[in-house]
């Protein structure tokens, strides 16, 4: 889901930390390696992104903190 401005969070259920980050890595990939037209005068425009990966350590792990976690 969209969270503001340019952030989004996407949540994998029963997924390891390990298998997240492979997946962040390959839609990273994936989204660097397909540049789009902007407009005949610019030309492909290429857009990276970067991806934080987090996941639940405890019990009392709240939303926030596991965000705060993936942001650094």
């Known amino acids: 889901c969209r969270i503001g401005g340019e952030e989004f969070v996407i949540v994998l259920p029963n997924t390891s930390v ?7 890595d390959r ?3 994936g989204v660097s390696g397909a540049p789009f037209n ?7 425009l ?3 992104v ?3 990966v987090a996941g639940v350590e ?3 792990d709240t939303v ?3 965000m705060k976690r993936a942001d650094e």
């Open 18 to 24: 390990d298998v997240a980050a492979k997946i962040a």
């Open 27 to 29: 839609m990273r990939r």
């Open 38 to 44: 902007a407009g005949a005068s610019t030309g492909p």
């Open 46 to 48: 290429t857009v990276t």
């Open 50 to 52: 970067s991806i934080g």
């Open 58 to 60: 405890s019990t009392s």
């Open 64 to 66: 926030e903190a596991i």
